[in-house]
T-cell receptor, first 110, second 115 residues
Framework: KQEVTQIPAALSVPEGENLVLNCSFT??????LQWFRQDPGKGLTSLLL?????REQTSGRLNASLDKSSGRSTLYIAASQPGDSATYLC?????????FGAGTTVTVRA | GAGVSQSPRYKVAKRGQDVALRCDPI?????LFWYQQALGQGPEFLTY????????KSGLPSDRFFAERPEGSVSTLKIQRTQQEDSAVYLC?????????????FGAGSRLTVL
């Protein structure tokens, strides 16, 4: 069974600092990896999707890397803002199923 | 519609009651998924439909859980004789197909509290 782990569980940084969120998974036979954002009481918003053949994806201040052989992904958020405060979830796809980590809750202090 | 719509957003049930949670996926989306998210955890897969066919129900926790999508669009997740451990947010998601190449669009979820 695919196991996905996210470290740290929570993170608090001052505004402007760069954020580094880590995700690891046990089964490297994945189809893709996604990073989601979840705000309290809301659903999940997909931030970045990395296909298994890719090494990274970028969108604005967000950059995600994927090392499938070592079972790791890292999400970088540059120049954090208070609006970035949320829970960030990593999920890997085997066939059609997503396996999620428990998330990293980020607080950006103004 | 523009997004995935779920209702009710909040449901409080007494232990032993039956509940039904509804999901309206994005029009034209073939694949539909249900996930269960317990407090402080990531979502866990429950079941998967392609059109009206339920192709995988391996994540349903017990035979008290039942899901259907009779016409290949709207789906209902039914929980019979609810227990306290059923308290969670139930998320519905849809995609153009289930290949994994398409991004899943999630609804806001239905938060179930069983007293």
């Amino acid at each position: 069974k695919q196991e996905v782990t996210q470290i740290p569980a929570a993170l608090s940084v001052p505004e402007g600092e760069n954020l580094v969120l880590n995700c690891s998974f046990t089964d490297s036979a994945i189809y893709n990896l996604q990073w989601f954002r979840q705000d309290p009481g809301k659903g999940l918003t997909s931030l970045l999707l990395i296909q298994s053949s890719q090494r990274e994806q970028t969108s604005g201040r967000l950059n995600a890397s994927l090392d499938k052989s070592s079972g790791r992904s890292t999400l970088y958020i540059a120049a954090s803002q208070p609006g970035d405060s949320a829970t960030y979830l990593c999920a890997v796809t085997n066939d059609y199923k997503l396996s999620f980590g428990a998330g990293t809750t980020v607080t950006v202090r103004a | 519609g523009a997004g995935v719509s779920q209702s009710p957003r909040y449901k409080v049930a007494k232990r032993g009651q039956d509940v039904a949670l509804r999901c309206d996926p994005i029009s034209g989306h073939v694949s539909l998924f249900w996930y269960q998210q317990a407090l402080g955890q990531g979502p866990e897969f429950l079941t998967y439909f392609q059109n009206e066919a339920q192709l995988d129900k391996s994540g349903l926790p017990s035979d008290r859980f039942f899901a259907e999508r009779p016409e290949g669009s709207v789906s209902t997740l039914k929980i019979q004789r609810t227990q306290q451990e059923d308290s969670a947010v139930y998320l519905c998601a849809s995609s153009l197909d289930g290949s994994g190449a398409n991004v899943l669009t999630f609804g806001a979820g239905s938060r179930l509290t069983v007293l």
